[in-house]
C-alpha cells in the first residue's frame, strides 16, 4: 500500500552546471569516446600506495588488503574518500626494512583526502588526515560508511586484522574514536562490513565479515602443487564466525550475533551485501566466503535471520562446489525487479552470477551470461553492478588480482608477481555480458595487485566513476568519460536529519513497461564502501514519469516526473523513533 | 615442512600452482647449448643425410625436428630436493635423448613426452607445455601428447585450441571417453547447448554407462530448465557414482524446478564435496609421477578437502612412508581417521605426532578433541592447557578449555581461563554445563 508522506524535493545545484548543458545537447550525435575510463588519481591529488608490510614469510594477510571508501564526509556536496592502509605484520618488523620498505616520513597509516571539487569547481583532492582525527595505523583491511547516531554526517567504520575501529564523525570535519563507547569492537581478522537497518527503527546496524584465525605464531609454511613456498588458502586457519551489532539508539550498539542466529553458520568470510532479496521489504545479508558455502540470512522479521542459500540455490555454484568467494555484490542486472549476486572467486574458478527468479530463489546462470570463460584467468576481489554507459542497464567490473605466484610474472623477475588486468563487462540486455576490452581505458590492462573497487560520482557529472585500491601498489581513481552519451537520474535518499537511508529501493518508472529499480547501499563489493546515491541510467529518455520509493521501515512514497540529468534528493519526513 | 591441519580446519591447496622462480632462461642454452634445432644437431644430421642421401629418413628426422620449439626449463631452487632431483634426472635424460645422433623421432618424442608429463605433474604447466609441443612435432600420430597439450589448454582457458586438439584425439582415438567428456564441459561452459549435448551423447556412445557424460547431459537439460530430463539424466549419473555426492545439489536444484521442495530438500541433505570425474588414464598417469612427501601431502589435502577420505588417508600413508617424522603426515593422517570414524587411529596418529614434537599445537588441540568427545576431560584439559601455553591467543583452544572445565564444574578455573574470551566477543560458557 502506498503511503502518501510528505516528500521533500530539493534539487541539488550541479556544481558542473556548463558541463551538463553540454552533455545534453550532444547527448545522441557525440561518437563513443575511445576510452570509457581515464585514470586520474595522482593528477587529482589522490597521492596514496598501500603498504602491505611483507617480509618473505608468505603471511596471508599481507595480499588481501585493503579497501576505500567514497563518502561526503564533510556534506558539502561531493565524495571524498578514505582509504585503507596496511602495517607491519609481526612487532619486531619495522617498516622501512620490509621486502617493499615504507619510504616515508610519517609512519602507514589510513589517510583521509577531502574532495575540493565544491569549493574549487575542479576535481582535486587534498589530504586531511592530520586534522581529521582518524589514526588508523593498525593492520587495515576495509571501511564501511554510514550514520550510525542520525546526526547526518556519515561515520566509518575501518576493520582490522585485530581490533577494528569505529570513527564518529563529529561534523566538523574531525572524527573521534567511538569504539569502545559504541561497543563495536572486534579483535579478530575483520574484511567487509555493511551498515544496515535490519529492523526497521530508523537506525543503522552494523554486520560484520570476519575471516581467519591468523596470527603470524600459528601461520604454517605452506606451499604450492609444485612443492615451493607459496601462500596458505584460509582453510589453514579456522574461521573465526561473524558479528552482528544492533543499533540500540543510545550512542551504543549491542552484539546480537547469537540472539539473531547468524552466529549458527559461517565460513571464511570476505565479502557481503545487504538488500531485500525476497522483496519482503526487510534487509537481507548476503555472505561470500573464501572456499566454503557463501550464506544467505533471510530476514525473519522478528530480530533474527535464517540460512536459506543451499535451498535457494545461493550457497555453491551450479556444480555443487563451494567456491572461493571474495567479492560481492548485488543488482537487478535482468531489469526483471529483483536483486542478482554476483561474487568473484579464483582463477580456474568462474566468478558467479546467480540470477534471482523471485522470492530469493536463484539459479546458477554464470555461463548464460558469458561470465563463466573471462573469469577463469584471473581471481578477482572488488566488483560492482553499476551502469556506467547510462543506458540503464547494469554493467559489471571486476578488478584482479592473484593470491599465489604467477610463474610468468616471476620468469619475468616481477617482485610481486600476482598481477592482473582489470576486466569490465556491458550489460547485453539479454541476459548476457561482453567483456569490453579496446574502450575500457589503459589502466584496465595494468597488472595490478587489485583488491578494492567502489563506485561514486565523484566529479558529479552524471555518471559513476570507480576507486581501486592495490595491493602493495598505487590507488587508482578511474573517471568515467561517458558523461555525454545518455540521460540519467541522479538521488540521493535521505531521512530528516539527513542521513542516507541505507536500504531503501527505488522504482524509476520511465515508462509502464520500463521500470528500473535500484537500491540505496555502501555496502558490496569488497573491503569498500560505494557512494550511496543512486544513479539511474536512462538511455536516450528525456524524461521519467515517476520514482517510487520504498523506505527501509517500509513506507512508500511517489516523486512524480522529476527532472533528469540532475540529482534529486528525497526525503522521507517521518520522525526518527 | 609443510603445514598442519586441525580436523576441522583441513588444508586446501589452491589449484594448480607452478613453480616458483626466477627470471626464464632456455633450459638447454643455459647447459652451453643452443635451443633445439641447434648447430651441432644440424650438421650431424645433414651429415647424415649427405650420408644416406635418402630423401624419407631427412623427410623423417630433419623437417620434424626443423619445427621443435625451445623448451625453457625452469629454475628448480625453490622446489623440494626430492622433486628437483627426479626433474633433473629426467631433464637429464632428455639431454642425452637430444644428443645421442641415433635417436629416433619416435624416442625422442617419448622424452620429450616424458619430461613433459613430469612438469605437467608438478604443475609446472609452461615447459610441460613446450615438452609436450615437441613430442608432438615428432609424432603426430600419438594422441597422448595432443591430449595433454589439450588438458594444458583447457586449464587456461584457451578454449578454442583445447576444442581442436579435443577433436584431433576423439579422431585418432575414438574410443577414448574422456576427450568427448572433457569438449562436452568445455561447450557446457561456453554456453554451446547443442555441442555439449553432442559430446555428452558421443561419450555414451562409447561408453553406455559413463556417470560423467550423464551429468553432463543432466547440466545440459537444467540450462534448457528441461527439469525432467535433468532429474533423469543425474538419477543415472548418480546410480553409476553414488559416491558422487555433489550431484545431489544438481539433482536438488532439478527438483526445485520441478516444483518438488521436499524433494528438492531430500537431496540437498546428501550433498557433499565428491564430484563426478571421467576415467582419464593419462592424467592418472601424471599422478603416479609424483614422487614428493610434500606433493603427497597436498594431494592428501586436496582430496581430504573434497571429502575423498580414503584417497586422502593413502596418501598421507604415502607421505609418512616417504618420511617417517613428517608432523604434517601424521596430524593430517589423523585428521582424515576421524572422518572415516576411525578415533582410535587419529589418536594414536596424533599422539606419534607429539613423539616426534611435543609442542605441536595441532596435535594437541586434535587430540583433546577427540578425549573430550570421549568424555576424557582431564587428558583434554592437560593437552588444551599445553596449547595455551604454547600461545596464549588460541581462542578455540581455550573455549574447549573452559567447557571441559565447566564439565567437571571447576568453575573458578573455567571462570579464569573464560576471560579473554569474553574480552574477544565469545558467549559465556555456563558452569556447570547443562
Given amino acids: 500500500m ?50 602491505n608490510g611483507m617480509t618473505g614469510k608468505f603471511f596471508l594477510p599481507e595480499i588481501m588488503g585493503a579497501g ?149 605464531a600459528n601461520s604454517p609454511a605452506c606451499y604450492a602443487s609444485t612443492s615451493a613456498r607459496d601462500y596458505c588458502t584460509p582453510r589453514a586457519f579456522r574461521s573465526p564466525g561473524n558479528r552482528l551489532f544492533h543499533n540500540r539508539r543510545d550512542g551504543t550498539f549491542e552484539d546480537v550475533t547469537a540472539i539473531a542466529g547468524v552466529e549458527k553458520e559461517f565460513g571464511h568470510g570476505l565479502g557481503i551485501v545487504t538488500a531485500d532479496f525476497d522483496d519482503d521489504g526487510w534487509i537481507d545479508i548476503y555472505v561470500a566466503n573464501d572456499g566454503d558455502p557463501n550464506q544467505l540470512w533471510i530476514n525473519q522479521k522478528n530480530g533474527t535471520f535464517r540460512n536459506e542459500a543451499l535451498l535457494a540455490g545461493a550457497a555453491v555454484n551450479r556444480d555443487g562446489k563451494a567456491e572461493a568467494g571474495m567479492g560481492v555484490d548485488a543488482g537487478d542486472f535482468d531489469g526483471n525487479g529483483t536483486g542478482d549476486i554476483f561474487i568473484t572467486h579464483l582463477m580456474e574458478e568462474t566468478n558467479t552470477l546467480f540470477t534471482n527468479l523471485g522470492k530469493a530463489m536463484f539459479e546458477d546462470r554464470t555461463r548464460e551470461a558469458g561470465l563463466g570463460m573471462p573469469g577463469r584467468r584471473f581471481t578477482g576481489f572488488g566488483t560492482l553492478f553499476f551502469d556506467y554507459d547510462n543506458d540503464g542497464w547494469l554493467d559489471l567490473i571486476v578488478v584482479n588480482g592473484a593470491v599465489q605466484l604467477l610463474p610468468e610474472l616471476m620468469r619475468k623477475g616481477d617482485p610481486y608477481p600476482l598481477g592482473q588486468p582489470k576486466q569490465i563487462f556491458r550489460n547485453q540486455q539479454n541476459g548476457s555480458f561482453t567483456e569490453v576490452i579496446d574502450q575500457a581505458g589503459p589502466n584496465f590492462q595494468l ?131 | 615442512m609443510a603445514r598442519s591441519t586441525r580436523m576441522l580446519s583441513t588444508a586446501k591447496n589452491r589449484t594448480s600452482q607452478e613453480e616458483g622462480l626466477a627470471p626464464a632462461v632456455r633450459g638447454l642454452a643455459e647447459r652451453g647449448q643452443a635451443p633445439l634445432p641447434d648447430l651441432f644437431y644440424s650438421v650431424v644430421l645433414r651429415f647424415l643425410c649427405a650420408l644416406f642421401v635418402s630423401l624419407s629418413w631427412v623427410n623423417c628426422y630433419g623437417q620434424h625436428r626443423d619445427n621443435l620449439v625451445a623448451v625453457h626449463h625452469p629454475d628448480l631452487s625453490q622446489l623440494e630436493s626430492d622433486v628437483r632431483n627426479q626433474i633433473t634426472s629426467q631433464q637429464n ?40 609441443m615437441n613430442a608432438n612435432i615428432l609424432a603426430p600420430q600419438d594422441y597422448r601428447w595432443i591430449y595433454l597439450l589439450a588438458k594444458l589448454d583447457q586449464l587456461e582457458g584457451r578454449v578454442d585450441v583445447a576444442i581442436r586438439r579435443f577433436r584431433t584425439v576423439a579422431s585418432l582415438r575414438p574410443e577414448l571417453v574422456a576427450a568427448p567428456v572433457n569438449l562436452g564441459n568445455i561447450y557446457l561452459e561456453l554456453n554451446r547447448l547443442d555441442d555439449a549435448e553432442q559430446s555428452f551423447s558421443a561419450a555414451l556412445q562409447i561408453e553406455k554407462q559413463n556417470p560423467a557424460a550423464h551429468y553432463g547431459l543432466g547440466q545440459v537439460a537444467l540450462s534448457r530448465r528441461r527439469y525432467a530430463d535433468a532429474v533423469t539424466q543425474f538419477e543415472k549419473a548418480l546410480e553409476l557414482a553414488p559416491a558422487a555426492n555433489r550431484i545431489h545439489y544438481a539433482l536438488a536444484m532439478a527438483y526445485r524446478g520441478l516444483q518438488n521442495p521436499e524433494k528438492a530438500k531430500l537431496h540437498l541433505a546428501e550433498q557433499g564435496p565428491v564430484g563426478v570425474r571421467v576415467a582419464d588414464p593419462l592424467m592418472n598417469r601424471l599422478a603416479e609421477l609424483v614422487q614428493s612427501a610434500r606433493i603427497y601431502l597436498i594431494r592428501g589435502k586436496q582430496a581430504l578437502e573434497a571429502g575423498r577420505f580414503e584417497e586422502a588417508a593413502a596418501e598421507f600413508r604415502k607421505a609418512i612412508a616417504a618420511n617417517p617424522q613428517s608432523v604434517p603426515a601424521h596430524v593430517n593422517l589423523g585428521a582424515t581417521l576421524t572422518q572415516l570414524g576411525d578415533l582410535k587411529g587419529a589418536a594414536e596418529e596424533f599422539e606419534k605426532t607429539l613423539l616426534i614434537d611435543p609442542n605441536n599445537t595441532n596435535a594437541h588441540y586434535n587430540l583433546a578433541f577427540l578425549l573430550a568427545n570421549d568424555k576424557n576431560h582431564e587428558r583434554a584439559i592437560v593437552h588444551l592447557k599445553a596449547v595455551l601455553t604454547i600461545n596464549p591467543n588460541d581462542l578455540g583452544a581455550r573455549l574447549l578449555l573452559v567447557q571441559q572445565l565447566a564439565k567437571l564444574s571447576r568453575c573458578d578455573e573455567a571462570a579464569e581461563w573464560q576471560q579473554k574470551l569474553i574480552e574477544a566477543g565469545y558467549k559465556t560458557v555456563p558452569c556447570p554445563l547443562k
Avoid at chain 1, 502506498?2 to 558542473?16: D, E, I, Q, S
Avoid at chain 1, 553540454?22 to 561518437?31: G, H, I, T
Avoid at chain 1, 581490533?163 to 575483520?190: C, E, H, I, P
Fill in chain 2, 93 to 132: 635424460a632428455l639431454a642425452a635423448a637430444i644428443k645421442d645422433p641415433t635417436t629416433s623421432d619416435a624416442k625422442l618424442s617419448e622424452a620429450f613426452g616424458a619430461m613433459g608429463e613430469l612438469y605437467h605433474a608438478y604443475s609446472l604447466t609452461a615447459p610441460a607445455r613446450e615438452c609436450y
Fill in chain 1, 2 to 51: 502506498m503511503l502518501k508522506l510528505f516528500v521533500c524535493v530539493a534539487v541539488v545545484g550541479l556544481n558542473l552546471g556548463p558541463v551538463h548543458l553540454l552533455a545534453n545537447a550532444q547527448s545522441k550525435k557525440s561518437p563513443p569516446p575511445r576510452t570509457i575510463f581515464n585514470e586520474v588519481a595522482d593528477k587529482v591529488g589522490l597521492t596514496f600506495r598501500h603498504y
Fill in chain 1, 447 to 577: 597488472l595490478e595487485v587489485s583488491r578494492g573497487a567502489a563506485s561514486g560520482d565523484v566529479d558529479n557529472d552524471g555518471d559513476t566513476d570507480v576507486l581501486v585500491t592495490n595491493n602493495n601498489g598505487p590507488v587508482r581513481l578511474l573517471l568515467n568519460e561517458t558523461a555525454n552519451r545518455n540521460h540519467w537520474l541522479g538521488l540521493r535518499l535521505v531521512d530528516k536529519t539527513g542521513r542516507d537511508m541505507l536500504g531503501a529501493s527505488v522504482e524509476v518508472v520511465v515508462t509502464k513497461n520500463r521500470i528500473l529499480r535500484r537500491r540505496v547501499r555502501t555496502d558490496g563489493s569488497y573491503l569498500s564502501a560505494n557512494d550511496p546515491r543512486v544513479i539511474v541510467g536512462l538511455g536516450s529518455a528525456t524524461r521519467v514519469e515517476a520514482v517510487r520509493v520504498r523506505w527501509p521501515d517500509g513506507a512508500t512514497d511517489e516523486l512524480r516526473a522529476p527532472q533528469v540529468d540532475r540529482y534529486t534528493t528525497i526525503k522521507q519526513e517521518r520522525p526518527v523513533r
Fill in chain 1, 68 to 216: 576505500g571508501a567514497l563518502f561526503d564526509y564533510d556534506n558539502d556536496g561531493d565524495l571524498d574518500v578514505y582509504l585503507v592502509q596496511g602495517s607491519v605484520l609481526e612487532a619486531t618488523d619495522k617498516p622501512d626494512s620490509t621486502m617493499f620498505p615504507w619510504r616515508e616520513t610519517v609512519s602507514p597509516r589510513g589517510r583521509l583526502f577531502r574532495n575540493e571539487l565544491n569549493s574549487t569547481r575542479k576535481l582535486q583532492f587534498t589530504d586531511v588526515t592530520e586534522k581529521s582525527g582518524i589514526l588508523a595505523t593498525r593492520y587495515g583491511m576495509g571501511v564501511a560508511t554510514g550514520d550510525i547516531n542520525n546526526d547526518g554526517w556519515t561515520d566509518l567504520y575501518l576493520t582490522n586484522l585485530g581490533a577494528n575501529q569505529m570513527y564518529l564523525n563529529k561534523g566538523d570535519g574531525t572524527f573521534v574514536d567511538a569504539t569502545q563507547n559504541t561497543k563495536t569492537d572486534d579483535v579478530r581478522w575483520s574484511t567487509s562490513a555493511a551498515f544496515f537497518d535490519y529492523d526497521r527503527d530508523g537506525w543503522l546496524d552494523l554486520m560484520v565479515v570476519n575471516y581467519a584465525d591468523f596470527s603470524a
